[in-house]
């Protein structure tokens, strides 16, 4: 039997934009069920900045793209 190749994981950085979109903006970083992984490819495309404001960090959109 030929081996299964290993599925390409997924982008949902997309989806965290939208979501994101939804919740006006920003998001308490403990609350979002994406991964560090998605979060940290949309920092490196200055897409999102998390802010520490001290009550927790928060995920928001970037607005100065």
């Known amino acids: 039997m030929p081996k299964k190749a ?3 994981p997924k982008d949902h950085s997309q ?3 939208q979501y994101l979109s939804r919740c006006g903006g920003s ?3 403990c609350s979002i069920n994406f991964s ?3 979060i940290q490819t949309l920092v490196n495309r200055n897409l999102v900045k998390v802010t520490n404001t001290g009550a927790g960090f928060f995920v ?4 100065t793209k």
Do not use: Q
Request: net charge negative; with cysteine.
């Open 6 to 8: 290993n599925p390409v």
């Open 15 to 17: 989806l965290c934009l």
């Open 27 to 29: 998001a308490r970083l």
């Open 36 to 38: 560090l992984g998605v």
């Open 60 to 63: 928001e959109l970037n607005e």
